[in-house]
């Protein structure tokens, strides 16, 4: 697929607290392993060079972890790698994630120099209960300096992460969230991901509900705070574009578009995945494992599918029809949804489920697309395990 975007995402391992309801891949207390870190980035960065060679990389996005702990040096150098090692696209978004506790305005005037142009905070609420509950170690009022502070090294393509249906929360609490968030720094952000708060198998968070010490929010109210929320946000002058997703000025996020349309991305650091030439692959996920094969520990090199980096864990080879059901789990939640003729013929084998969602009004077909409707996207995940289960009758 030489003529589509091409993503490139960094994973940093490295953050101050490990919070209750994440399950990405990171840790806290192994701060001094951030230099060995860049080193093996670094590394692992060079091993692709032969691979993506013709190739334009259009989007490159650091996440996390916490990416603000980094110092804006190691930033500007793996950057710096990158434009001499690669064709990077003279319109490349790049998205460095923050939290605000994090943020310091050198940092962020370093990171604007070296090339960084969109920054995701993660907020995820105003609410000092609430922050208290997700183990967030912010306050409202530093969320809202943080953000000051990005604006004036002159970011201007910015989004927050905030978090809804916490058990105990109400409408109001959230709207107080949300229209606070609305008005800083006089109008507010440019993206903002609202997400329902998932209970994550292997996290502190799962193990306390399934104690009983948490009950999880009523779906009705988790729904009621959904919809008011597309409606306001809407109103102030947003466009959502994904399930949870919502952009003005045309700024939505160019790099989560490659992972919602099923298209390509390398992806190097502990725990990151990528897909490239129809091949979905994993890199190993422990830090240390990571510094040190790509120190050499592991001379190994992996050789599925000619993947070039030793840090690689796993990797397969995507069929036609796994292919479908990946385009359409990732192509429904946008709203654009997706162009039923450009499906290969494997999508014959699931279509009824598609059909059965028109028959139920969970989606709808125009003009030779499909989407799902407001209460599609509501239910969405129902849609989803039927198409996993077609896959497999």
């Known amino acids: 697929m030489q003529d589509t975007p091409l993503g ?12 209750s309801y994440c399950d990405f891949n990171s840790y806290a207390g192994i701060e001094d392993m951030q230099t060995e870190w860049e080193a093996a980035a670094l590394t692992e960065l060079s091993l692709w060079i032969p691979r993506l060679q013709g190739r334009e990389i259009s989007t490159v996005f650091i996440g996390g972890g916490t990416p603000s702990l980094l110092p804006g040096e190691s930033i500007e150098r793996i950057l710096d790698a990158m434009r001499s090692s690669f064709s990077l696209s003279a319109d490349a978004e790049i998205t460095l994630e923050a939290n605000p506790e994090s943020v310091q305005p050198e940092r962020l005037q370093t990171y604007r120099a070296a090339g960084v142009n969109r920054i995701s905070m993660g907020v995820q609420s105003l609410d000092s209960d609430e922050l208290f ?24 393509n910015v989004n927050l992460d905030l978090i809804y249906g916490l058990p105990g929360q109400s409408l109001a609490t959230w709207q107080s969230t949300l229209e606070r968030v609305l008005k800083w720094s006089g109008d507010g952000p440019d993206h903002i991901s609202c997400y329902a708060l ?11 509900v399934a104690a009983g010490r948490v009950v999880e929010a009523n779906p009705d109210h988790v729904a009621e705070i959904a919809d008011w929320t597309a409606e306001r946000l809407v109103q102030a002058g947003f466009e959502q574009y994904e399930t949870s ?5 045309g700024l939505s996020c160019r790099h989560n578009l490659i992972y919602w349309r099923n298209q390509e991305y390398a992806a190097i650091g502990p725990g ?13 996920r422990s830090p240390k494992a990571y510094i040190d094969r790509l120190r050499g520990a592991h001379s190994t090199s992996n050789e599925v599918e000619g993947l070039p980096s030793p840090a690689i864990a796993g990797a397969e080879r995507v069929d036609d029809l796994e292919n479908v059901i990946d385009t359409l789990t990732s192509g429904l939640r946008l709203m654009e949804g997706i162009d039923e003729t450009s499906l290969p013929p494997a999508y014959q ?26 209460r599609g996207h509501a239910v969405a995940n129902e849609v989803f395990v039927r198409l996993l289960e077609a896959m497999n009758p």
């Open 198 to 208: 998932t209970v994550e198998e292997g996290t502190p968070l799962a193990a306390r």
């Open 349 to 374: 084998q699931i279509r009824p489920v598609l059909d059965w969602a028109v028959d139920n009004a969970l989606a709808q077909r125009q003009e030779g697309r499909i989407l799902l409707t407001r």
């Open 8 to 19: 490139l995402y960094i994973h940093v391992p490295f953050c101050t607290v490990k919070c």
């Open 272 to 284: 990151a995945h990528g897909f490239i030439d129809g091949v979905r692959f994993h890199v190993v």
């Open 133 to 156: 509950f997700l183990d967030r170690i912010h306050s409202a009022d530093r969320a809202e300096s943080a953000f000051t502070e990005i604006r004036s090294a002159r970011f201007d």
């Open 245 to 249: 997703n919502y952009a003005r000025n």
